[in-house]
T-cell receptor, first 116, second 117 residues
Framework: AQTVTQSQPEMSVQEAETVTLSCTYD???????LFWYKQPPSRQMILVIR??????QNATENRFSVNFQKAAKSFSLKISDSQLGDAAMYFC?????????????FGTGTRLQVTL | GAVVSQHPSRVICKSGTSVKIECRSL??????MFWYRQFPKQSLMLMAT?????????EQGVEKDKFLINHASLTLSTLTVTSAHPEDSSFYIC?????????????FGPGTRLTVT
Protein backbone atom coordinates (compact mmCIF):
# COMPACT_ATOMS: atom_id res chain seq x y z
CA ALA A 1 0.00 0.00 0.00
CA GLN A 2 1.08 3.51 -0.72
CA THR A 3 1.88 5.89 2.10
CA VAL A 4 2.28 9.64 2.12
CA THR A 5 4.29 11.44 4.79
CA GLN A 6 4.27 15.10 5.65
CA SER A 7 6.84 15.65 8.36
CA GLN A 8 5.99 19.29 9.09
CA PRO A 9 2.81 19.60 11.18
CA GLU A 10 3.08 23.40 11.13
CA MET A 11 4.97 26.00 9.15
CA SER A 12 5.04 29.77 9.29
CA VAL A 13 6.00 32.29 6.64
CA GLN A 14 6.00 36.05 6.44
CA GLU A 15 3.88 37.74 3.85
CA ALA A 16 5.69 38.08 0.51
CA GLU A 17 8.27 35.48 1.48
CA THR A 18 8.74 31.96 0.13
CA VAL A 19 8.01 28.73 1.95
CA THR A 20 8.49 25.08 1.05
CA LEU A 21 6.29 22.28 2.35
CA SER A 22 7.72 18.77 2.32
CA CYS A 23 6.11 15.53 1.24
CA THR A 24 7.53 12.06 0.74
CA TYR A 25 5.74 8.96 -0.39
CA ASP A 26 6.31 5.27 -0.68
CA UNK A 27 5.22 3.25 -3.67
CA UNK A 28 6.33 0.38 -5.85
CA UNK A 29 4.51 1.76 -8.86
CA UNK A 30 6.32 3.55 -11.65
CA UNK A 31 3.42 5.61 -12.88
CA UNK A 32 1.17 7.64 -10.61
CA UNK A 33 -0.12 11.11 -9.87
CA LEU A 34 0.72 13.48 -7.03
CA PHE A 35 -1.33 16.38 -5.77
CA TRP A 36 -1.24 19.23 -3.30
CA TYR A 37 -4.59 20.26 -1.86
CA LYS A 38 -5.34 23.32 0.25
CA GLN A 39 -7.99 23.25 2.96
CA PRO A 40 -8.76 26.74 4.33
CA PRO A 41 -10.84 27.30 7.47
CA SER A 42 -13.98 26.83 5.36
CA ARG A 43 -12.89 23.14 5.07
CA GLN A 44 -13.41 23.19 1.27
CA MET A 45 -10.67 21.15 -0.39
CA ILE A 46 -9.02 23.06 -3.22
CA LEU A 47 -6.62 21.55 -5.72
CA VAL A 48 -3.42 23.59 -5.76
CA ILE A 49 -1.24 21.67 -8.17
CA ARG A 50 -0.78 18.22 -9.69
CA UNK A 51 2.12 16.28 -11.12
CA UNK A 52 2.19 13.23 -13.34
CA UNK A 53 5.05 10.92 -12.41
CA UNK A 54 6.00 10.28 -16.04
CA UNK A 55 6.67 13.97 -16.56
CA UNK A 56 10.13 15.10 -15.61
CA GLN A 57 9.25 18.75 -15.69
CA ASN A 58 8.10 20.18 -12.39
CA ALA A 59 4.54 21.51 -12.39
CA THR A 60 3.94 25.21 -11.85
CA GLU A 61 0.76 27.15 -11.19
CA ASN A 62 1.36 30.87 -10.75
CA ARG A 63 2.99 31.30 -7.31
CA PHE A 64 2.92 27.55 -6.62
CA SER A 65 5.52 25.13 -7.89
CA VAL A 66 6.71 21.68 -6.99
CA ASN A 67 10.06 19.98 -6.73
CA PHE A 68 9.40 16.43 -7.85
CA GLN A 69 12.25 14.03 -7.19
CA LYS A 70 11.03 10.64 -8.40
CA ALA A 71 14.04 8.62 -7.34
CA ALA A 72 13.90 10.10 -3.87
CA LYS A 73 10.08 9.85 -3.80
CA SER A 74 9.85 13.44 -2.76
CA PHE A 75 7.25 16.00 -3.79
CA SER A 76 7.65 19.39 -2.11
CA LEU A 77 5.49 22.45 -2.64
CA LYS A 78 6.99 25.91 -2.92
CA ILE A 79 4.80 28.94 -2.37
CA SER A 80 6.34 32.17 -3.56
CA ASP A 81 5.27 35.68 -2.58
CA SER A 82 3.12 34.27 0.21
CA GLN A 83 -0.21 35.96 0.81
CA LEU A 84 -2.49 36.02 3.84
CA GLY A 85 -4.99 33.97 1.87
CA ASP A 86 -2.48 31.15 1.60
CA ALA A 87 -2.97 30.35 5.28
CA ALA A 88 -4.54 26.91 5.39
CA MET A 89 -3.93 23.21 5.86
CA TYR A 90 -2.02 21.72 2.96
CA PHE A 91 -2.34 18.04 2.11
CA CYS A 92 -0.10 16.07 -0.19
CA UNK A 93 -1.89 13.21 -1.96
CA UNK A 94 -1.01 10.20 -4.10
CA UNK A 95 -3.11 8.45 -6.70
CA UNK A 96 -2.41 5.24 -8.57
CA UNK A 97 -2.91 5.38 -12.32
CA UNK A 98 -5.43 2.61 -12.71
CA UNK A 99 -7.27 -0.23 -11.11
CA UNK A 100 -8.06 1.68 -7.96
CA UNK A 101 -10.84 3.95 -9.18
CA UNK A 102 -8.87 7.12 -8.54
CA UNK A 103 -8.40 6.55 -4.84
CA UNK A 104 -6.43 9.31 -3.18
CA UNK A 105 -4.08 8.65 -0.30
CA PHE A 106 -3.51 11.76 1.78
CA GLY A 107 -0.68 12.80 4.03
CA THR A 108 -1.34 14.08 7.52
CA GLY A 109 -1.19 17.70 6.48
CA THR A 110 0.85 20.82 7.19
CA ARG A 111 -0.76 23.87 8.73
CA LEU A 112 0.64 27.01 7.14
CA GLN A 113 0.48 30.31 8.96
CA VAL A 114 1.16 33.54 7.11
CA THR A 115 2.25 36.48 9.23
CA LEU A 116 2.48 40.17 8.47
CA GLY B 1 -16.42 24.36 -13.93
CA ALA B 2 -16.91 21.30 -11.77
CA VAL B 3 -19.01 22.01 -8.73
CA VAL B 4 -19.93 19.52 -6.05
CA SER B 5 -22.47 20.34 -3.37
CA GLN B 6 -23.31 18.65 -0.10
CA HIS B 7 -26.46 18.87 1.93
CA PRO B 8 -26.81 19.55 4.74
CA SER B 9 -23.72 21.53 5.67
CA ARG B 10 -24.37 20.90 9.36
CA VAL B 11 -26.59 18.40 11.10
CA ILE B 12 -27.22 17.53 14.70
CA CYS B 13 -28.99 14.30 15.51
CA LYS B 14 -29.77 12.26 18.56
CA SER B 15 -27.99 9.04 19.35
CA GLY B 16 -29.73 6.06 17.77
CA THR B 17 -31.25 7.95 14.87
CA SER B 18 -30.18 7.88 11.23
CA VAL B 19 -29.03 10.79 9.16
CA LYS B 20 -28.63 11.14 5.40
CA ILE B 21 -26.04 13.29 3.67
CA GLU B 22 -26.36 14.11 -0.02
CA CYS B 23 -23.55 14.73 -2.47
CA ARG B 24 -24.40 16.20 -5.86
CA SER B 25 -22.31 17.02 -8.91
CA LEU B 26 -24.00 20.16 -10.22
CA UNK B 27 -22.55 20.60 -13.68
CA UNK B 28 -21.10 17.25 -14.65
CA UNK B 29 -21.86 13.56 -14.53
CA UNK B 30 -19.94 11.61 -11.93
CA UNK B 31 -19.71 7.88 -12.43
CA UNK B 32 -17.55 7.64 -9.33
CA MET B 33 -17.95 9.44 -6.03
CA PHE B 34 -15.93 9.10 -2.88
CA TRP B 35 -16.81 9.57 0.77
CA TYR B 36 -14.22 10.72 3.27
CA ARG B 37 -14.24 11.29 6.98
CA GLN B 38 -12.10 13.90 8.67
CA PHE B 39 -11.57 14.15 12.41
CA PRO B 40 -10.48 17.47 13.92
CA LYS B 41 -6.95 18.43 12.95
CA GLN B 42 -6.50 15.19 11.03
CA SER B 43 -6.30 14.13 7.45
CA LEU B 44 -9.04 12.80 5.20
CA MET B 45 -9.74 9.13 5.52
CA LEU B 46 -11.41 7.41 2.59
CA MET B 47 -14.48 5.50 3.72
CA ALA B 48 -15.84 4.16 0.46
CA THR B 49 -15.91 4.47 -3.29
CA UNK B 50 -19.31 4.77 -4.88
CA UNK B 51 -19.98 3.83 -8.49
CA UNK B 52 -23.25 4.71 -10.17
CA UNK B 53 -25.57 1.75 -10.39
CA UNK B 54 -23.44 -0.64 -8.37
CA UNK B 55 -22.57 -1.41 -4.79
CA UNK B 56 -20.09 0.78 -3.02
CA UNK B 57 -16.62 -0.46 -2.22
CA UNK B 58 -15.77 0.10 1.43
CA GLU B 59 -12.33 0.57 2.89
CA GLN B 60 -11.05 -1.84 5.47
CA GLY B 61 -12.51 -1.16 8.88
CA VAL B 62 -15.53 0.79 7.64
CA GLU B 63 -18.84 -0.83 8.57
CA LYS B 64 -20.94 -1.02 5.43
CA ASP B 65 -24.13 -1.70 7.39
CA LYS B 66 -23.60 1.44 9.41
CA PHE B 67 -22.55 3.74 6.60
CA LEU B 68 -24.98 3.06 3.77
CA ILE B 69 -24.03 4.51 0.41
CA ASN B 70 -26.35 4.83 -2.55
CA HIS B 71 -25.22 6.18 -5.93
CA ALA B 72 -28.54 6.07 -7.72
CA SER B 73 -27.80 8.56 -10.47
CA LEU B 74 -24.86 10.13 -12.25
CA THR B 75 -25.21 13.29 -10.18
CA LEU B 76 -26.21 12.07 -6.74
CA SER B 77 -24.68 9.90 -4.05
CA THR B 78 -26.00 9.63 -0.52
CA LEU B 79 -24.37 8.55 2.72
CA THR B 80 -26.68 7.39 5.48
CA VAL B 81 -25.26 7.03 8.95
CA THR B 82 -27.52 4.50 10.64
CA SER B 83 -28.06 4.27 14.38
CA ALA B 84 -25.67 7.15 14.91
CA HIS B 85 -23.58 7.36 18.05
CA PRO B 86 -21.49 10.22 19.44
CA GLU B 87 -18.33 8.61 18.07
CA ASP B 88 -19.76 9.07 14.56
CA SER B 89 -19.53 12.83 15.04
CA SER B 90 -17.14 14.04 12.40
CA PHE B 91 -16.74 16.04 9.22
CA TYR B 92 -17.82 14.09 6.15
CA ILE B 93 -16.58 15.12 2.73
CA CYS B 94 -17.55 13.75 -0.66
CA UNK B 95 -15.75 14.08 -3.95
CA UNK B 96 -16.69 13.25 -7.51
CA UNK B 97 -14.76 12.18 -10.57
CA UNK B 98 -15.88 13.16 -14.03
CA UNK B 99 -17.00 10.32 -16.27
CA UNK B 100 -15.22 7.14 -17.09
CA UNK B 101 -12.42 8.87 -18.91
CA UNK B 102 -12.67 12.08 -16.96
CA UNK B 103 -9.07 12.15 -15.95
CA UNK B 104 -7.62 11.88 -12.53
CA UNK B 105 -8.98 14.92 -10.77
CA UNK B 106 -11.49 14.68 -7.96
CA UNK B 107 -13.76 17.60 -7.19
CA PHE B 108 -14.62 18.00 -3.54
CA GLY B 109 -17.82 19.05 -1.84
CA PRO B 110 -17.80 21.59 0.99
CA GLY B 111 -18.33 18.94 3.64
CA THR B 112 -20.98 18.13 6.23
CA ARG B 113 -20.41 18.47 9.95
CA LEU B 114 -22.28 15.77 11.83
CA THR B 115 -22.81 16.06 15.56
CA VAL B 116 -24.47 13.19 17.39
CA THR B 117 -25.77 14.05 20.85
Amino acid sequence: AQTVTQSQPEMSVQEAETVTLSCTYDTSESDYYLFWYKQPPSRQMILVIRQEAYKQQNATENRFSVNFQKAAKSFSLKISDSQLGDAAMYFCAYRSPSGTASKLTFGTGTRLQVTL
Amino acid sequence: GAVVSQHPSRVICKSGTSVKIECRSLDFQATTMFWYRQFPKQSLMLMATSNEGSKATYEQGVEKDKFLINHASLTLSTLTVTSAHPEDSSFYICSAKKGLAGGYEQYFGPGTRLTVT
